[in-house]
C-alpha cells in the first residue's frame, strides 16, 4: 500500500524523471489528470487500472475532493497507486492537498517531483529565468487571481519593484490586469514580457514584446491557455538563445505507420528534429499459430549454403525458435548469412553474428546480384532458406530459383492489419493540420489505404507521402497517389534525412 504523487513534467515525455517512469512501472491503478502527453501511460503496466480524472479550465472529470478520497479507498485496498499529474505536483498542482489527505489517512507515500513548465517552457523558448547580467531571482505567481475580488494575494507593488524574473501560469484570461497592475504598480512599460504556449510541445509558440504591449501583441497572435507569462530582462534572451523553435522538422506533423516494434527509431528521430509524430502502425507483428516448418528448417541449418534476413523481425522470431530448440548462433557455423538492409545487419550481430553479404541496395534485386557475384556467377544446386513475414515479395526467392538455386521460404511471423489512430489521423487530415504520411513497405501503404481510402488523400495534397524506397513508392502509385518523398539509400536514417530536406524548403 503506498501512493506516488508523480510530476509528469510539461509536455515533452522525455522530460519525465526516472524515478517517475519506475514508479509508474510497479503500479497496481494510475489516477492521471488531462496530460500533455497521453504516451507517458504507456510506461505503466498493461494490467494496471487507468483512471482518468482529468482537470482542465471549466471542466473537472472529479472534484478534488473527490479525488483525494479516491486515492486513499485505492490504496487501502492494498495497491500500489501512482498519481500522475502534469508538471510537477507541487507547484500550482494541489499535491500537496492530496498528500495531506493521504497523511491524515495514515497512507504512505513519495512525492516523486517533475519538471515544471514555469522552468521548462522558458527554457525552451530560450528563455533562462535567471542569468548573471539580468536576474538573479524568479518568482512563480499564479494568474489565475479574480481581477474584481477585493484586494489582492500579491504585493504588486514588490512585484514590480524587484529585479527578479516574474512568470505567472494559468493567467492569460487575466493578461490585462496583470499587465496594467505592474504597469500601475511602477514597472517600466518597456520591460521585455514573453509568452509561450503549450511548451515543450510540438505545438509551441513564443512571442516577445515589451509589457505594455503584451496584451495586445497576445490577441494580434492569437494566444490562448496554457501558455506561461514571463516578464523581465531575461526575455530579450529568445531571439539568441532560441533552439526548439528552429529545428528543422518543429510543427510539422508527420504519422508513422511502422509496426510498434519497429516504429521506435523512426519515431524518436523525428521528435528530435522537432516533429510531433503520430504513430498509427497499420499492421501488427504477430508470432505464427504453427511453427512446424520453420522448426524442421532449423533442425536441418546445415544444409543450407545462405540464410538470408529480411528484415529485423525475420531476426527476432528465428531466434526465438533457436531458443525454444534449445539452441544459439552456433547452429548456423556451416552457413552464410546475409542481411538486407543496416538494420537487419545490427540485429543479427547484436547475436553474435557478422553477416557475410550485406547489399549495397536494399532491395531484393540487389541482394541476388551481389549472392551471385559472391558465388562466382552460379548458385546452381545451392540451397538458400529466407524466414522472413508469411506474406511478402516474391521477386528473390523467384529470381535465385531461375539460376538454379533451391530455396525454401518460410514464415518466421506474420503481419496483422492494425486500426490504431485511425480516427484522429482521418481527423488530422481532414482539418489540415497533417503535413506527411511515412510509409516503410508496400504492407504498411495496403494496410494504410484499407484504413483511410485513397480517394481522402487524393482530396488532400497538402499531405504529403514519403516512401522509404521504389517498391513502397510504386505500391503507393499502383493506387493513384504519388510518392513525394523518397531517399537515395533505402533506410530510416535515410529516410529521416530526406523527410528534412524536403520539409527545409
Request: net charge negative.
Given at each position: ?106 497512507i504512505p507515500f513519495e512525492e516523486v517531483p517533475g519538471i515544471s513548465s514555469t522552468i ?102 492569437k494566444f490562448t491557455n496554457p501558455s506561461v507569462i514571463l516578464v523581465g530582462k531575461v ?65 536441418n541449418l546445415a544444409s543450407y549454403r545462405w540464410v538470408i534476413f529480411t528484415s529485423v ?193
Amino acid at each position: 500500500m503506498k501512493v506516488f504523487l508523480i510530476g509528469a513534467g510539461p509536455g515533452d515525455p522525455g522530460l519525465l524523471t526516472i524515478k517517475g517512469r519506475d514508479a509508474l512501472a510497479a503500479a497496481d491503478v494510475v489516477v492521471y489528470d488531462a496530460l500533455a502527453n497521453d504516451s507517458l501511460l504507456s510506461y505503466a503496466r498493461p494490467d494496471a487500472e487507468k483512471i482518468y480524472v482529468g482537470k482542465v479550465a471549466g471542466n473537472h472529470a472529479l472534484p478534488q475532493d473527490q479525488i483525494n478520497a479516491l486515492l486513499v479507498d485505492k490504496a487501502k485496498e492494498g495497491n500500489v497507486v501512482a498519481r500522475l499529474k502534469g508538471g510537477d505536483p507541487y507547484i500550482f498542482g494541489r499535491g500537496g492537498e492530496e498528500g495531506e489527505e493521504l497523511a491524515a489517512a495514515g497512507i504512505p507515500f513519495e512525492e516523486v517531483p517533475g519538471i515544471s513548465s514555469t522552468i521548462a517552457a522558458p527554457a525552451y523558448a530560450g528563455i533562462p529565468v535567471t542569468h548573471r547580467d539580468f536576474a538573479s531571482s524568479v518568482t512563480i505567481i499564479t494568474g489565475h487571481e479574480n481581477p474584481d475580488k477585493p484586494g489582492s494575494v500579491h504585493n504588486w507593488e514588490a512585484l514590480a519593484a524587484s529585479a527578479s524574473t516574474l512568470v505567472f501560469v494559468m493567467g492569460m484570461k487575466n493578461l490585462p490586469d496583470i499587465a496594467r497592475n505592474l504597469l500601475e504598480a511602477g514597472m517600466d512599460p518597456h520591460t521585455p514580457a514573453a509568452l509561450i504556449y503549450r511548451g515543450t510541445t510540438p505545438y509551441q509558440r513564443s512571442l516577445v514584446d515589451t509589457l505594455a504591449r503584451l496584451p495586445q501583441a497576445a490577441v494580434e497572435a492569437k494566444f490562448t491557455n496554457p501558455s506561461v507569462i514571463l516578464v523581465g530582462k531575461v526575455a530579450g534572451l529568445r531571439d539568441t538563445l532560441g533552439w526548439f523553435e528552429k529545428k528543422p522538422l518543429f510543427g510539422r506533423s508527420i504519422v508513422v505507420t511502422r509496426a510498434r516494434e519497429q516504429a521506435s527509431g523512426l519515431a524518436q528521430s523525428l521528435t528530435a528534429l522537432g516533429a510531433e509524430v503520430i504513430q498509427c502502425p497499420t499492421i501488427e507483428i504477430s508470432p505464427l499459430a504453427d511453427y512446424a516448418e520453420l522448426d524442421a528448417a532449423l533442425g536441418n541449418l546445415a544444409s543450407y549454403r545462405w540464410v538470408i534476413f529480411t528484415s529485423v523481425n525475420g531476426v527476432k522470431h528465428f531466434w526465438l525458435r533457436l531458443a525454444k530448440a534449445g539452441k544459439d548462433s552456433r547452429a548456423l557455423g556451416n552457413c552464410k548469412v546475409a542481411a538486407i538492409g543496416p538494420a537487419t545487419a545490427d540485429a543479427l550481430t547484436e547475436r553474435g553474428i557478422t553477416p557475410d553479404f550485406i547489399p549495397e541496395r536494399y532491395m531484393a534485386e540487389g541482394v541476388l546480384e551481389g549472392l551471385l557475384t559472391l558465388e562466382n556467377g552460379n548458385v546452381a544446386g545451392m540451397r538458400f532458406l529466407l524466414p522472413r513475414a508469411a506474406k511478402a515479395r516474391e521477386v528473390l526467392p523467384e529470381e535465385l530459383r531461375k539460376a538454379g538455386a533451391v530455396v525454401d521460404v518460410i514464415s518466421a511471423y506474420e503481419t496483422v492489419p492494425a486500426a490504431h489512430k485511425r480516427d484522429e489521423v482521418l481527423e488530422r487530415i481532414n482539418a489540415g493540420t497533417l503535413n506527411c504520411v511515412t510509409f516503410g513497405s508496400s504492407s504498411t501503404v495496403e494496410n494504410f489505404l484499407s484504413l483511410i481510402p485513397a480517394a481522402i488523400l487524393k482530396m488532400h495534397p497538402e499531405v504529403k507521402l514519403a516512401a522509404i524506397g521504389p517498391v513502397t513508392a510504386e505500391t503507393l502509385q499502383k493506387n493513384g497517389l504519388t510518392c513525394n518523398i523518397m531517399p537515395m539509400d533505402y533506410t530510416i536514417p535515410a529516410l529521416v534525412d530526406a523527410l528534412k530536406t524536403y520539409f527545409a524548403r
